[in-house]
Every structure is written in C-alpha cells, then in structure tokens.
C-alpha cells in the first residue's frame, strides 16, 4: 500500500457525520426485534447505551493509537515493518471479505424491506441490483463524493428518526417498560453484542483516519457521533416497546417500520411509513457505497499496485450480488449477521492488539538507537 499522503483531507466532524450515517443500516429496523427475542425484557434500550459506551471507547483506543502514524491508516503503518506487515497482509483480505458480507446483508434487508413496504411487485434482485449499481457509481468518485454525500444526508436521516419519535408520543403507553431491569442489573448484558453489529462503525474508521489532517486526529467529534447514534437508537427501542409491548415486538419483521405506520397526520402524509422508509434507502445508499469503495481501494493499493483495473468494481459488484442472496430465508440471514458481528468485533481486537505492540515495539527501538 502507498505510504504517500494521502491528497483528500477530511475534518474529524466530517468524519463523524460518516460514522453517524454508516449505523444507521439495517440495525435501526431489527433491532427492536432482535432486543426483545434476546432479553425477553423492556431493558433493551439500556442494552442500546452499553453497546454505545464498549464502541466509544474502542474508537477512543483507535484514536489513540492513530495519533503516532497520522496522515496514514493502521495498514499503511503496519505495512514497514519487517514482521507486522506480515500479519497486514493475512488481515486485509480478512477485512475485504468482512465488507463484501456486510454489504450483502445491507442489500438483503433493503430488497426485503422495500418488496413488503414499497415495491411490492419488483423483484427483490432487481431492487438489490439497482441499489449496488448507483452505491458502485458514487463509491467510484473517490472518498471526496462519499464525504460530501453523508454531510448532505445525514440531517434528513437523523431528523427523520427523531421526527417518528416525537410524532409517535400520544400513542406510548408507559407501562409497557415497566418495571425497569425485572431481572436484575446484569440482565442487560446477555443482549450486548445484538447491538453492537447495529453501532460497530469501528471497522471502516481503521481505514478512514488516515484521511485526517494532524490536527483533526482527536476523539472527542468521533465519540459525539456515536453518542448520538446509539441515544437515537436506544430512543427507537424504548418508542417501539411502548407502542407495541416486548411481546408484539418478537414477531414483527421490522418494528420501526411499524412504528411509522402509527403516525396519522392525513392529507398528502397518509403514509408516513413510505417517506420514512425512502429517507432510510439514503442510509443504505451511503453504507454500501462506503462497503464497496473500501473494499475496491484497499485491494487496488495492497494487491493490484500499480496496475490498472477499470474492471475491479464490476467483479466486486457481481461477488456482492451473488452473497447477497446466499442466505435461503431469514434465519439464515440471521445467523449470517450473527457471525459478520462476532467477525467484526474479533478483527478490530486483532487489530487493535497488533497495532498497540507494533507502536510499542519501534518506540523501543527508536529510544536504543537514540541511546547509543
């Protein structure tokens, strides 16, 4: 990979809009649903909190650790040394093959959530199709557009979210999450890991904080994003329980969509649930199209240097597609997810773990050739 700086900086409050509108994929749908499964138990807002507070401070220890390579990502970095860039070269296809998956999860609940709620009649591999063509365009104007893009979407997405909560308020029935933690404080960690797929922007941002300047190489923007995410989701969970009970919650495919179908203002806002619903294909759209232009670059500037490649997008959209329909039905969708989110969380302590011991290792060396 190119050790060179990179030409495109981006301020850490870009960055965090990135991350902002990279969570809310396909967790701001199921998660409801999936707390509710889990827990059995209203406290799965509470869960939403925790998984934030663990994502906050992994990206704390991302920062951290970015502070002593600046204007590089932790590949490029672990790229010169003569043992770590060993284990960069086993991990990187490791996280490629982590983006293709989870692009293909994002892309199979975008078909099956707009066939039950918008297209009824197009088939789910045409809608899947036309979301990865447009998603492949974009990614293909570089990390520029991808930023612009996410700053440009992120308020509808966010105004959005909190606008169904707030319009939801006369029909929350607050007994529905009463008592609070029935079965005890620790309860609420049996369900952490549920979110923490929703929340887990931690991997995209190994590779995203080499485009920050020096000066911008600073946690606190990052951690704010992600405050706000998962305050908005725990929101969600609390708003969906409220409405339709824990209960209710288990067997309803996407709960939020539900909860929009609530909300009656008439007139030319009869069905709120279709406007909700569009505003969400923005957070799809800006997901995979980051999912593909990280996969399409990192394998362009580690395995293909120097070559060219105008061909590269059109295979990596052609893997996306066929993976995005791997999954039968549902519950192995699940199970899919369920193993991309232990996968996730696996890689970012690797390489988290790596990298801590890399910095370690050459500062010690840096001190014995100063010494003598």
Same mark, same amino acid.
């Given at each position: 990979m190119s050790t060179k700086p990179h030409q495109f900086e981006m301020k850490a409050s870009e960055l965090g809009c990135t991350l902002i509108s990279y969570?809310?994929?396909?967790?701001?749908?199921?998660?409801?649903?999936?707390?509710?499964?889990?827990?059995?138990?209203?406290?799965?807002?509470?869960?939403?909190?925790l998984a934030g507070v663990v994502i906050m401070a992994l990206i704390y220890l991302c920062v951290a650790l970015q502070k002593n390579f600046t204007r590089e990502n932790v590949f490029e970095y672990l790229l010169k040394g003569p043992f770590s860039k060993w284990i960069a070269f086993l991990l990187v296809p490791i996280f490629i093959?982590?983006?293709?998956?989870?692009?293909?999860?994002?892309?199979?609940?975008?078909?099956?959530?707009?066939?039950?709620?918008?297209?009824?009649?197009?088939?789910?591999?045409?809608?899947?199709?036309?979301?990865?063509?447009?998603?492949?365009?974009?990614?293909?104007?570089?990390?520029?557009?991808?930023?612009f893009l996410n700053i440009l979407f992120v308020p509808t997405i966010v105004s959005a979210l909190i606008g169904v909560s707030?319009?939801?308020?006369?029909?929350?029935?607050?007994?529905?999450?009463?008592?609070?933690?029935?079965?005890?404080?620790?309860?609420?960690?049996?369900?952490?890991?549920?979110p923490l797929f929703a929340l887990n922007s931690v991997v995209p941002l190994f590779f995203l904080l080499g485009f920050l300047h020096k000066k911008e190489v600073k946690s606190t923007p990052l951690m704010a994003s992600m405050g706000i995410t998962s305050l908005i989701y725990s929101i969600i969970v609390i708003i969906t329980y409220t409405i339709f009970s824990v209960e209710t919650s288990k067997i309803i495919v996407f709960p939020t969509i539900e909860v929009a179908k609530e909300i009656e203002l008439g007139?030319?806002?009869?069905?709120?649930?279709?406007?909700?619903?569009?505003?969400?294909?923005?957070?799809?759209?800006? &997901?995979?199209? =980051? $999912?593909?232009?990280?996969?399409?670059? #990192? %394998?362009?500037?580690?395995?293909?240097?120097? !070559?060219?490649?105008?061909?590269?997008?059109?295979?990596f959209a052609f893997i996306i597609f066929l993976v995005t329909f791997f999954p039968e039905n549902e519950a192995e969708l699940q199970s899919f997810v369920e193993y991309l989110n232990? &996968?996730?969380? =696996? $890689?970012?302590?690797?390489?988290?773990? #790596? %990298?801590g011991i890399t910095i370690?290792?050459? !500062?010690?060396?840096?001190?014995?050739?100063?010494?003598?």
């Open positions: 969570s809310f994929g396909v967790g701001i749908l199921t998660l409801p649903r999936d707390l509710a499964s889990r827990l059995d138990t209203p406290d799965g807002w509470m869960t939403v909190l093959i982590y983006f293709i998956f989870t692009s293909a999860v994002v892309l199979r609940y975008f078909g099956i959530a707009s066939k039950m709620y918008l297209l009824d009649q197009t088939p789910t591999e045409v809608l899947v199709m036309a979301m990865l063509v447009i998603s492949a365009y974009a990614a293909s104007k570089g990390i520029e557009g991808i930023i707030i319009l939801n308020i006369g029909n929350v029935e607050v007994e529905k999450v009463l008592p609070v933690m029935p079965e005890g404080v620790f309860h609420m960690f049996d369900g952490i890991f549920i007139g030319i806002f009869e069905r709120v649930e279709s406007i909700f619903l569009a505003i969400w294909v923005l957070s799809i759209f800006t &997901s995979v199209m =980051l $999912l593909f232009f990280l996969s399409v670059q #990192v %394998t362009r500037e580690i395995f293909l240097t120097n !070559k060219q490649t105008p061909w590269l997008p059109g295979v232990y &996968s996730g969380l =696996l $890689l970012i302590l690797t390489v988290l773990l #790596v %990298t370690a290792v050459r !500062k010690k060396q840096e001190n014995k050739s100063l010494s003598t």
